[in-house]
C-alpha cells in the first residue's frame, strides 16, 4: 500500500529566507501528488498538484514543487517566506491501485514556522 | 464558489452517545470523503463514498458508519461514542475520478468525555 513520509515534523524559518518541505511516496507505480495547506482551525486547501507532464509544477502563493520519479520525492519550496505562510503543509498521493483510488493517503504533516 | 459545509464545527458527546457528523457539498460532485485529523498522525480515510447509496472502508472504518442517501449529503456516523474517538473530522468532496481536486470542509471538532 502507498504512505507518504513528510521528513520533517517542525521546520522553523525567518521571514524572507527560502524553505524547502520535504516529502517522499512509497512506490514507483503511477501516482498523482498533491500538497495541501491548513491554516489554523480552517480546513485544508490546495496549494498545487501533479498528474502528469512538466515535473515542476506551480501552485498558490508563490509555492512550487518538483516531482522526481527517480527518488519518488514531491518537495515543496518557496524562495521567500511570510509570516503569513505559517501553517501545517500535507503531502498527499492518490493510491491508483486502491477501490478507493481517488482518496488521497496523506503525511503526517509539516508546521512551517515563519519568524521575523 | 466550492463549498463543503459541516454541520456542526464543535460539539461534546457522552461515552455510549450516538454521533451524528452531517456534511454537505454544493458542487454536485460524486466522491465524498471522511477523515480523521489527530496530531501527529496527520489525516487518515474513514469512508469514502463514490455516489449515492455506496460507500467503501478507508483505513480506520472500526467504530464509524457512513451514510449517503442524497448526493450533496455525506453523514459519519459513532454508533456508540468512545472517549478515543475524541478528534478533528473533515469532510470533503470531488468530481468523478482520479485527479481532481478534494474540497475540504472547515472541520467538526468531536470530544468525548
Known amino acids: 500500500a502507498q504512505s507518504v513520509t513528510q521528513l520533517d515534523s517542525q521546520v522553523p524559518v525567518f521571514e524572507e529566507a527560502p524553505v524547502e518541505l520535504r516529502c517522499n511516496y512509497s512506490?514507483?507505480?503511477?501516482?498523482?501528488l498533491f500538497w495541501y495547506v491548513q491554516y489554523p482551525n480552517q480546513g485544508l486547501q490546495l496549494l498545487l498538484k501533479?498528474?502528469?507532464?512538466?515535473?515542476l509544477v506551480k501552485g498558490i502563493n508563490g509555492f512550487e514543487a518538483e516531482f522526481n520519479k527517480s527518488q519518488t520525492s514531491f518537495h515543496l519550496r518557496k524562495p521567500s517566506v511570510h509570516i503569513s505562510d505559517t501553517a501545517e503543509y500535507f503531502c498527499a498521493v492518490s493510491d491508483l491501485s486502491r477501490q478507493a483510488g481517488t482518496a488521497l493517503i496523506f503525511g503526517k504533516g509539516t508546521t512551517l514556522s515563519v519568524s521575523s | 464558489d466550492v463549498k463543503v459545509t459541516q454541520s456542526s464545527r464543535y460539539l461534546v458527546k457522552r461515552t455510549g452517545e450516538k454521533v451524528f457528523l452531517e456534511c454537505v457539498q454544493d458542487?454536485?460532485?460524486?466522491?465524498m470523503f471522511w477523515y480523521r485529523q489527530d496530531p501527529g498522525l496527520g489525516l487518515r480515510l474513514i469512508y469514502f463514498?463514490?455516489?449515492?447509496?455506496?460507500?467503501e472502508k478507508g483505513d480506520i472504518p472500526e467504530g464509524y458508519s457512513v451514510s449517503r442517501e442524497k448526493k450533496e449529503r455525506f453523514s459519519l456516523i459513532l454508533e456508540s461514542a468512545s472517549t478515543n474517538q475524541t478528534s478533528m473530522y473533515l469532510c470533503?468532496?470531488?468530481?468523478?475520478?482520479?485527479?481532481?481536486?478534494?474540497?475540504f470542509g472547515e472541520g467538526s471538532w468531536l470530544t468525548v468525555v
Open positions: 463514498s463514490y455516489d449515492v447509496k455506496m460507500k
Open positions: 458542487m454536485d460532485h460524486e466522491n
Open positions: 512506490s514507483s507505480v503511477s501516482v498523482y
Open positions: 501533479y498528474l502528469s507532464g512538466s515535473t
Open positions: 470533503a468532496s470531488s468530481l468523478r475520478g482520479s485527479g481532481n481536486t478534494i474540497y
